[in-house]
């Protein structure tokens, strides 16, 4: 299998994700992003990698519409981000949070995961229905009716990405997904995105997992993209990595391992 | 202290019951006005908080120990209406799942260490920063309305119960012991609760002064600066911390409005309990036999206002010696604590050392 | 990290029995009503306290509840039991001569009606916390139209109770293992950086949890997915305990 096939997007369809120009400032004075120019492309997979303090959490959260540009704009698949498209872009932008406890908020597993569609209006068997077949696709079909707090935490971020799925996203937006995971949790997990027919945009910081999972890259620094291109190239450009403070793990080849 | 089934009578229970339910539902609408729509996950998480810092045990001494009541905290920290609904929910969760509370008294409970605690600090607290000079920053003024506030709600609470004794009381102690005891052992209680309450505000007003709800009118939104990923980077207070002699003057002015407030409570549950008055007044206990049945008729009914007038001055008294226990007795440790390197100064020297690194 | 459960988890006694499979809004009117009824019985009526604990003796056989397990619990109201015990002493009224201690009459009355009626309120609190899972009490709150807000936050509290438990251990084992302890007045001031600490993570954690209900169409309301129900049949079941206790009461009453 080659990961590094970049799908162009079919003519006459508007990509999944599409911010142009976009800045934002704080309540208090403190900018954070200074015209963000990012498209990708349904079906991508892409990875923002960028230092700590770079903006990539005031993206996100600029994604799905929590925050507001101050300039600029931010279209899911055509769907421009203002408040009245708020629910519909919601439903599309799945965002899967760095801490799994955050996000699985709800007594079971099943009503988690059932959280966002009974918002969209699911209900009955449909709703159940739809649990299960998102539990299905993260291998946590059995644990349905567990408390969150019970399970591992690998198993939790897979359930975190369960829910998220669950409300059939046109795009799955991760942040850190292998921040504290043990190695085998770690590969799971991307067993399971890489199994996803979807978009995705993985912030992280963990680069061999970006090069695993992710064809293409970009570097977020200082609030704007400082890189955009394939992966392994951005990971072998010493420079470049050195300059916006992302580091490969000691003894990692980004061109040894290209497949 | 957890009021089980049974200590109170029937229409104590149900009074207070209704007073809960009251309080409860004027929280929930205020609770949004203090929260808005995050309402839900926020008091969720205060609850939570209250609930663990109720496990936090602090060693008082020779292998005793005592723990939070957190009244007066979420009171500070989140505002009184939320801080009624923590509670509220805190005690409903310990009565049903931990036994801990009697179901019929969780009105009682409610009343006694949900409203009454958050009313009473949110009086001392504000009616304190109201008195006191508001030069030299947040610190000084917040950690002594902080320390006021504590210190009094759980006396005060202790006085609402033993109200509430006055006339339910399923047991014939007589008024003034029942007063002496509680409020006693809950000026000690006050004590602790003050003074760990007044450093843990101290210490959340260090690293993220927008989360004291009750400081709010201090901190100014151009002190912080909110980085990127959420991280806060506290800014220094503008002004030097108060030199040692300085904080005198606040703390007696503090004194005074304690002082002040605590006996308009004292008169307050005095003038609302005219036979407990009786009681304490005279010492005199009522025959157990003449109320066995409390349920069948009025209740209420056997218990005159005789000499109410009389009963009134000497429960002024009483209240007014608490007042001066509790006010020497937390002087003497609010004293003991500021001078203390090692104490509540611990977090102005901490914000100072900052200050230079932050220097742009 | 996921190894504790915390305080909540070891209150529930997973079970098939009748009393498990009830539905939770029932048990909760059931124990409300038996409480009620038991508050409401004269302490006179010695024989009929000894009626109630058979009543719940007998819910604790049908739930399978060990009867240590039960006992354990009742260690709760323990504080009140020392007061109880001081009443006889320090209560005014009559008195009477015990193996040479001078107790009052209305003291001894009040700690028997404190003891007893303190007794079977936890006792009943434990076999309803033993049989009915957190999630299905919350339930069965939401089902007896406690306002939804107060379930929502409810239901928020216990989920991060032991999310926050777990948090104030760790922080307890970082003191400890930089060789600290508290041991007096003189270390409260880091206990209290403890809380302040511990509060501003639970603050900052509440922000997270609502961005990500808002990233998943959270609007104010909880969309309600599993309402409880229960028929005629299930009521009946629940009403064996209070109905019986009531009787008791007003034979206790005109006894």
Same mark, same amino acid.
């Given at each position: ?259 | ?119 009473? #600090?949110?009086?001392?607290?504000? !009616? *304190?920063? /109201? $008195?006191?000079?508001?030069? %030299?920053? =947040?610190?000084?003024?917040? +950690? ?125 549950? #005095?003038?609302?309990?005219?036979? !407990? *008055?009786? /009681? $304490?007044?005279?010492?005199? %206990?009522? =025959?157990?036999?003449?109320? +066995? ?68 | ?255």
């Amino acid at each position: 299998m080659d990961p590094v096939t970049r799908p162009d997007p079919a003519p006459g369809q508007a990509p999944s994700l599409d911010v142009s120009g976009l800045a934002y400032a704080y309540p208090d004075g403190h900018q954070a992003l200074f015209g963000v120019d990012l498209t990708v492309g349904r079906g991508e997979r892409v990875a923002l990698l960028g230092p700590n303090g770079a903006g990539k959490t005031t993206l996100v959260l600029h994604l799905n519409g929590i925050l507001t540009p101050g300039a600029g704009t931010v279209r899911v698949a055509g769907t421009p981000v203002v408040k009245d498209t708020l629910p519909e872009v919601r439903r599309r932008v799945g965002i899967v949070f760095q801490d799994p406890d955050d996000q699985l908020f709800m007594p079971t597993v099943r009503e988690d995961v059932a959280f966002g569609p009974a918002n969209a209006g699911l209900r009955g068997p449909e709703l159940e229905r739809c649990v299960s077949r998102a539990l299905d696709r993260v291998g946590m079909a059995g644990y349905a009716d567990r408390p969150p707090h019970h399970l591992s935490f690998g198993q939790r971020r897979r359930v975190a990405v369960a829910t998220v799925l669950a409300m059939d996203p046109e795009i799955l937006v991760l942040d850190e997904p292998s921040a504290n995971l043990d190695p085998a949790a770690r590969r799971e997990l991307a067993e399971i995105l890489l199994s996803l027919d979807l978009t995705v945009l993985m912030v992280t910081h963990d680069l061999p997992y970006a090069l695993e999972l992710c064809p293409r890259a970009v570097v977020l620094s200082e609030g704007v993209i400082a890189a955009d291109g394939p992966t392994p190239d951005l990971l072998a450009d010493e420079a470049l990595l050195r300059a916006h403070r992302l580091e490969l793990p000691f003894g990692f080849d980004p061109r040894t391992t290209r497949r | 202290m957890h009021v089980p089934d049974g200590f109170l009578d029937a229409p104590v229970s149900v009074a207070t019951g209704v007073v809960a339910a009251g309080a409860v539902a004027v929280s929930l609408r205020g609770a949004r006005r203090e929260l808005d729509e995050r309402t839900a996950p926020l008091a969720g998480l205060v609850a939570a908080f209250i609930f663990a810092v109720q496990m936090l045990n602090f060693p008082v001494a020779a292998g005793t120990s005592g723990h939070l009541l957190g009244g007066a905290l979420a009171t500070v920290l989140v505002g009184p209406y939320t801080a009624v609904l923590c509670l509220a929910v805190v005690l409903l969760m310990q009565g049903l799942l931990f036994a801990d509370g009697g179901l019929t008294a969780l009105g009682t409970n409610i009343t006694v260490m949900g409203v009454v605690t958050a009313l009473v #600090a949110l009086l001392v607290f504000h !009616g *304190l920063l /109201r $008195v006191l000079p508001r030069r %030299g920053g =947040a610190r000084v003024p917040v +950690a002594v309305a902080t320390f006021a506030a504590a210190l009094v709600s759980v006396p005060a609470s202790a006085i609402a119960f033993t109200g509430l004794y006055a006339i339910g009381g399923t047991a014939d102690v007589s008024l003034g012991r029942v007063f002496a005891a509680m409020v006693g052992v809950h000026v000690l209680i006050g004590i602790g609760e003050a003074v760990i309450t007044t450093a843990t505000v101290g210490a959340v007003l260090a690293v993220r002064p927008d989360l004291v709800r009750a400081a709010r009118s201090f901190t100014r939104p151009a002190l912080v600066i909110r980085g990127g990923s959420g991280a806060v980077t506290p800014t220094p207070a503008p002004e030097p911390a108060a030199a040692p002699a300085r904080p005198l003057r606040p703390l007696w002015l503090g004194g005074l409005g304690v002082a002040v407030v605590l006996a308009a409570f004292v008169s307050f549950y #005095a003038s609302a309990e005219p036979d !407990g *008055l009786e /009681r $304490v007044a005279t010492d005199e %206990g009522i =025959a157990e036999e003449a109320r +066995a049945h409390d349920l069948a008729d009025s209740p209420l009914a056997d218990y005159g206002v005789r000499d109410v007038d009389n009963a009134r001055l000497s429960t002024g008294l009483a209240g007014a010696a608490g007042v001066a226990v509790t006010l020497a007795a937390g002087s003497a440790v609010f004293l003991a604590v500021r001078r203390r390197p090692g104490g509540a100064d611990d977090a102005t020297t901490g914000t100072s050392g900052r200050r230079e690194t932050v220097a742009p | 990290m996921s190894g504790s459960h915390g305080p909540a988890a070891r209150l529930y006694r997973p079970g098939t029995s009748a009393v498990h499979r009830l539905p939770a809004h029932c048990k909760l009117v059931a124990v409300l009503a038996f409480v009620l009824t038991v508050v409401a019985t004269p302490r006179e009526a010695v024989w009929a306290f000894g009626a109630y604990a058979a009543f719940l003796a007998c819910v604790a056989a049908v739930a399978r509840l060990p009867a240590g397990f039960v006992l354990r619990r009742l260690v709760i109201e323990v504080p009140f039991v020392a007061f109880a015990f001081l009443l006889p002493f320090i209560a005014t009224g009559p008195r009477v001569e015990w193996l040479g201690l001078s107790l009052s009459e209305s003291g001894l009355w009040g700690a028997w009606n404190i003891l007893a009626k303190g007794t079977l309120g936890v006792a009943a609190s434990v076999l309803l916390a033993a049989t009915t899972e957190l999630r299905q009490v919350l339930l069965g709150l939401q089902r007896l139209r406690l306002p939804p807000l107060l379930v929502q936050i409810a239901s928020f509290m216990l989920r991060y109770a032991d999310v926050i438990a777990d948090e104030l251990t760790r922080m307890r084992i970082a003191r400890e293992s930089r060789g600290f302890t508290a041991r007096g007045p003189r270390h409260w001031s880091v206990l209290a950086k403890t809380a302040g600490a511990l509060f501003i993570r639970c603050y900052e954690r509440g922000e997270r949890v609502h961005l990500a209900m808002l990233s998943r169409g959270y609007d104010g309301g909880m969309p309600v997915i599993d309402r409880l129900t229960a028929g005629g049949a299930q009521w009946a079941r629940a009403a064996a305990l209070p109905v019986p206790a009531l009787v008791v009461c007003v034979l206790g009453w005109t006894l």
